[in-house]
């Protein structure tokens, strides 16, 4: 059974920064693609990084890329997602996710998802 579980999140003011970290069990995490994804209150879930199983192919929203930084530590099992001059609409739950293959950025091509860890970004 595969296992995802973020933590990092918490509450930050505009300008701040996070590191999020997301610690895989259940199979072998080196073989697999990850990605980080959120959801607003009353949005839908969105993507905003993955990262393929070598770390060799990254792909970021548009939106936040040189905010956003997705890393991966396979001999840890951890996928980390540093976030920087944090907005407040950046405020969402922040969730990983795991798919076999390759690196993907639609939430219908993850298999596996964690439960989230909330971040929220004052003004």
């Known amino acids: 059974q595969v296992q995802l579980v973020e933590s990092g999140g918490g509450l930050v003011q505009a300008g701040g920064s996070l590191r999020l970290s997301c610690a895989a069990s259940?199979?072998?995490?080196?073989?697999?693609?990850m990605g980080w994804f959120r959801q607003a209150p009353g949005k839908e879930r969105e993507f905003v990084a993955a990262i393929s199983w070598s770390g060799g192919t990254i792909y970021y929203a548009d939106s936040l890329k040189g905010r956003f930084t997705i890393s991966r530590d396979n001999a840890k099992n951890t996928v980390y997602l540093q976030m920087n001059s944090l907005k407040p609409e950046d405020t969402a739950v922040y969730y990983c996710?795991?798919?076999?293959?390759?690196?993907?950025?639609?939430?219908?091509?993850?298999?596996?998802w964690g439960q989230g860890t909330q971040v929220t970004v004052s003004s």
């Open positions: 259940g199979r072998t995490f080196s073989n697999y693609a």
């Open positions: 996710a795991t798919k076999g293959g390759v690196v993907h950025t639609s939430t219908s091509a993850y298999d596996y």
